[in-house]
């Protein structure tokens, strides 16, 4: 563990430059008038709706959602003042009964937003927020590995837990967040963020005889907040729930079925909640408000294909295979362009992640591997970590499919499956590490491969860090961005 924490204090630091655009500097001191913190002043004022005033002629427009006309009235990320603050505008917030609403999940506010209100007296950055967030999600990945390890993989080079971290703090997206910290960057990492606490608490419930009820209580409200960040998460949620479940084979004893209902009650308090949040915003327990938005796009028009299953074969094939973009100049590498017509608008720049992760492809090779623990002694399949295996594998697929169901791609939404892949990929790494003889050939392939391939994604995160969604540190920082140019030039 103490090998690791200079690494994750480099990653730390790497995060703070990407999200302070290298000046390390928070912007504290600034009104901080972001979509969070506004929604936190509605809360504090016992309403749900934004206590910002409402233009006239917005109020009086007939269609107030025709991209042409409220174009006035949004805004877009100010790359040099480092901010998405409703003073500068109301790009992508939900205009319903003359009323503004935050579409996005409400439970960062409770997390993070009040809380260091309460704490400083301060309004927290989008930025700080959000370096929290990712950090957060590397910690947690960081334990869910030494839970592993602990429990299951005693047998393990020096190297290879550093090596993991290393490519999760890089290749995790948080940085594409961290270019352009926003609040949508807040709500998708917060979801993760929350989503891991509750994998983990599982997991250690598992091993703990004396805690095991308190673990599965804070595993739930992990949940809770999760969903109440992202709600396309509670699919992914009642996965894990079902195969904690059904992995007990006397499922209906009574205390399996005590721990399913400490498990289960956070997260189905908190769907109450939220529809009730729902119902008493839009008049609908379903409606989060995503169809009100004030948006470069008219969603009106798109009503019936917002969220369809005809979508997921392609934006699936997207989100794992579309190439990146390489070119001669730095950052050499930069996310894709779509070049086809059909609805260009839904689909932003984005590169699949067995490109944009090539440490994924150690999937195949760790299956090869297999074959090898296999035909050295099959009992050894035994001691694999199924259920933590299955139940990071499956979540991170299913929030895949279900983030393909959207209108369009979106790097963003990586965010929500890509952690859950690697981690699980790590299992069946540390599983072949920990079964394989160390002077045998598929040690060692396994060994070099995991290194090239490992190397390729940090330098591929760190690369496309640069410009993030649009041209990131270019504008931001031009005197740090010319320096580290000339670096990368003069070296290749």
Known sequence: ?????????????????????????????NPNNNYYNVLADG???????????????????????????????????????RRMD??????????????????????????????YRFLTGLRISDSLALTILSFGILILSFLILLFMQKNYFSNLPPWIIPLNILVIGFSN??????????????????????????IYFLFMSMKSKSYNLLL????????????????????????????????????????????????????????????????????????FGYLHQLSALDFDLFKSKFFDLKSMPFNSFVYLFFPPFFDSHFPFIRHGHFSFEFQPEFYTKTTGIIYAVPFLLMFAICLVSLK???????????????????????????????????????????????????LSLCVLLLFCFNSLNVKSSDYKVLSVTSFFLGFLSIVFGALFSIEGQFTGLKIQNPEQYKIIESVFNSTL
């Open 1 to 29: 563990m103490l090998k690791t924490f200079p690494l994750l204090i480099f990653i730390l630091l790497f995060y703070v430059w990407t999200a302070t655009f290298g000046y390390f500097d928070f912007n504290l001191k």
């Open 43 to 81: 809360f504090l004022k016992r309403q749900l709706n934004l206590p910002v005033k409402v233009p006239e002629k917005l109020i009086k427009a007939s269609h107030p959602f025709n991209p042409e006309f409220n174009k006035e009235f949004r805004q877009t990320f100010d790359q040099l003042e």
């Open 86 to 115: 409703v003073d500068d505008g109301f790009l992508d917030l939900s205009f319903y009964k003359n009323k503004l609403y935050a579409y996005f999940g409400p439970s960062p506010v409770f997390a993070i937003y009040l809380p």
């Open 173 to 198: 997206v948080t940085l594409y967040f961290l270019r352009r910290p926003a609040v949508y960057g807040v709500a998708i990492c917060g979801g993760t963020f929350f989503l891991l606490s509750a």
């Open 216 to 287: 599965l209580f804070l595993s739930g409200v992990s949940m809770a907040f999760s969903v109440g960040a992202r709600p396309n998460l509670l699919i992914s949620c009642g996965f894990i729930i079902s195969l904690y479940f059904f992995q007990n084979k006397s499922f209906l004893s009574k205390k399996n079925l005590l721990n399913i209902v400490v498990l289960s009650f956070p997260l189905i308090a908190s769907l109450l909640l939220l529809i009730s949040y729902n119902h008493l915003r839009f008049g609908s327990i379903t409606d």
């Open 372 to 422: 090898a623990v296999m035909s050295t002694d099959e009992k050894l399949l035994k001691s694999f970590p199924k259920f933590e295996f299955y139940c990071l594998f499956g979540s991170g697929i299913v929030n895949m499919l279900t983030v393909s169901c959207y209108l369009g791609v979106n790097m963003k939404y990586v965010t929500d499956f890509i952690s859950l892949l690697l």
